[in-house]
Each structure stands twice: as C-alpha cells, then as structure tokens.
C-alpha cells in the first residue's frame, strides 16, 4: 500500500501564502506523476497543478503566477507554494500521485488538508 501525508494547510488572509506538503510511502516503485487538487463547498474536486516526471508543471488557469509546484523524488514528496491567496482558494487541498506500484499502476489520494481564506 501507499500512504500520502499531507500538511501545511491552514488559516490566512488575503494576498498570504501557505506551503503544502505531501509524502508518499510504501509499496511504490516510481512516482510518474504528482499533483494537487482542490475541492471547494459545493463544488467538483479541480487540479489546481501537477507535474510529470522529468516534464513542466502544469497549472490550473485561476493559480497561474501565484502558485508553484514543485516536487524532491528523492523523498518521494510534493510541494505547492501558494502565494497571493484569494478567498476562491478556500478548498479542502488533496495530493495525488500516480506511479508505479507493486499491485501494478496507481492513483493515490491523499487525506486532503483545509486552506481558509479569510480576513
């Protein structure tokens, strides 16, 4: 099995900036993608930005210039830099993964993390 821990999450006001994180363990043997989505009260879940192995990341139209994805294979984790958050960035934030396992291809998610942003 894989396990994602998720943090970073939390309370900020407008035009802050929040860090997450997302480690994945277990069972896996190369992680060929690894993203972040988002769901909002009331909304469908949404990639907010992901990246594959060795390519460019690839960002949500509304997060353009203000988030940053980044990810260290070396310890199998995920960043997201969110910075100028606006209050349509209130979401539970889930990390995904998707890579190849020992039971065969994965798709991961994490436990999801809360981003309030509010004055």
């Known amino acids: 099995q894989v396990q994602l821990v998720e943090s970073g999450g939390g309370l900020v006001q407008p035009g802050g900036s929040l860090r997450l994180s997302c480690a994945a363990s277990?069972?896996?043997?190369?992680?060929?993608?690894m993203g972040w989505y988002r769901q909002a009260p009331g909304k469908q879940r949404e990639l907010v930005a992901n990246v594959i192995s060795g390519g460019s990341p690839n960002y949500a139209d509304s997060v353009k210039g203000r988030f940053t994805i980044s990810r260290d294979d070396a310890k199998n984790t995920v960043y997201l830099q969110m910075d100028s958050l606006k209050s349509v960035d209130t979401a539970v934030y889930y990390c995904n993964i998707q890579g190849r396992e020992i039971t065969g291809w994965g798709n991961d998610w994490g436990q999801g993390t809360q981003v309030a942003v509010s004055t």
């Open positions: 277990g069972s896996i043997f190369s992680i060929h993608v």
